[in-house]
């Protein structure tokens, strides 16, 4: 089992600069991959951003450029520095860890933190 709790959300201005985090607990060793997503009203959940234990990044285009995702494996967190927010950046942020266990694959869920951004 893998606990996520996340921080950092909140309300910010367009062009605007909101860092979240996320602190993982349990068995931190079996994750592979640990990463953020988001979700707006009345769209599927995306991926925003994500890095394995080796450090290989993925960022969605969107926020290419803007969000840039850092890991602290020593200290079992992940963060996302988001800079030049826009409005359409607004959804709940959802941190996600993949593990592989026995050759199965599981992921978790924090329980997500809001970013509003006003235009």
């Known amino acids: 089992q893998v606990q996520l709790v996340e921080s950092g959300g909140g309300l910010v201005q367009a062009g605007g600069s909101l860092r979240l985090s996320c602190a993982a607990s349990?068995?931190?060793?079996?994750?592979?991959?640990i990463g953020w997503y988001r979700q707006a009203p009345g769209k599927p959940r995306e991926l925003v951003a994500s890095?394995?234990?080796?450090?290989?990044?993925n960022t969605a285009g969107s926020v290419e450029g803007r969000f840039t995702i850092s890991r602290d494996n020593a200290k079992n967190t992940v963060s996302l520095q988001m800079n030049s927010l826009k409005p359409e950046d607004t959804a709940v942020y959802y941190c996600?860890?993949?593990?592989?266990?026995?050759?199965?694959?599981?992921?978790?869920w924090g329980q997500g933190t809001q970013v509003t951004v006003s235009s």
């Open positions: 349990g068995r931190t060793f079996l994750i592979n991959t």
């Open positions: 890095i394995t234990s080796g450090g290989r990044t």
């Open positions: 996600n860890a993949a593990t592989t266990l026995a050759g199965r694959t599981y992921d978790y």
